[in-house]
């Protein structure tokens, strides 16, 4: 077996090229590979085309790399914490491909599966399905790139006819992910919300490097517990357990409530 760990976060991003393709994980901001972002910002690397849940805060995850004019394209499901993100696609600086959310995370599931695309119901009878969403807005406010119309067909899987939309299936250049553990062949193990979107990402990158809090020997990790097998991993860093981590909104009772 190939033992895939490398030095540091900066050698493992270092072939990323100008104009990739990344999906990156995270859920807000659970689960950012936020040491991978830092390299990738620090090495200058532009012009690329994101998948991600979100794009992070403005001074956190994938909204550093936003603030910095990195990012061309952003293909997320929710944006609303970055008012970064919202000025840059208003003034038509940034290409957003918006998709539901559930859609966005079987779009990368189905393209690390070998699955070209699928039908679903969500999004018929919306402008997910019949085009007109804007992609890219012009210098004068006006719609320079919207969505195309999607193919739509009627099945009955249960008996009921209905109308599903035909969703592409995501694979992507490079993935980069978070993982509480992980052992030198790639297998890897998440936790709470950090699995939501961290694993589908994985899964959809040609090459995934993933940071691990916790860096293994190959047989420590209980089989029953690994939710990405090692085939979908490249290249492992190990960040430690004290990588900063953030809250995106921290709540708390008064005293007695």
Known sequence: MIDKQWPSAAQAVADIPDGASLAVGGFGLSGNPIALIEALLAQGTSGLSV???????????LGVLLAAHRIRKMTSSYVGENKEFERQFLSGELELELTPQGTLAEKLRAGGSGIAA???????????????????????????????????????????????????????????????????????????????????????????????????????LDPDRIHLPGVYVQRIVDVGPDIPKRIERRTVAAEGA
């Open 51 to 61: 998948v991600s849940n979100n794009c992070g805060v403005d001074d956190w995850g």
């Open 118 to 220: 699928f039908y679903t119901q969500t999004g018929v009878g919306t402008q997910v399905a019949d085009g007109g969403l804007p992609r890219r807005y012009a210098d004068d406010g006006s719609v320079a790139v919207a969505s195309p119309a999607k193919d739509v067909r009627t099945f009955a899987p249960d008996g009921t006819v209905r109308e599903y939309v035909l969703e592409e299936a995501i694979t992507t250049d490079f993935a980069l992910v978070h993982a509480f553990a992980g052992d030198r062949h790639g297998n890897l193990i998440f936790t709470k919300a950090a699995r939501n979107f961290n694993p589908l990402a994985a899964m959809a990158g040609r090459v995934c490097i993933a940071q691990v809090e916790h860096l293994v020997d190959p047989g420590e």
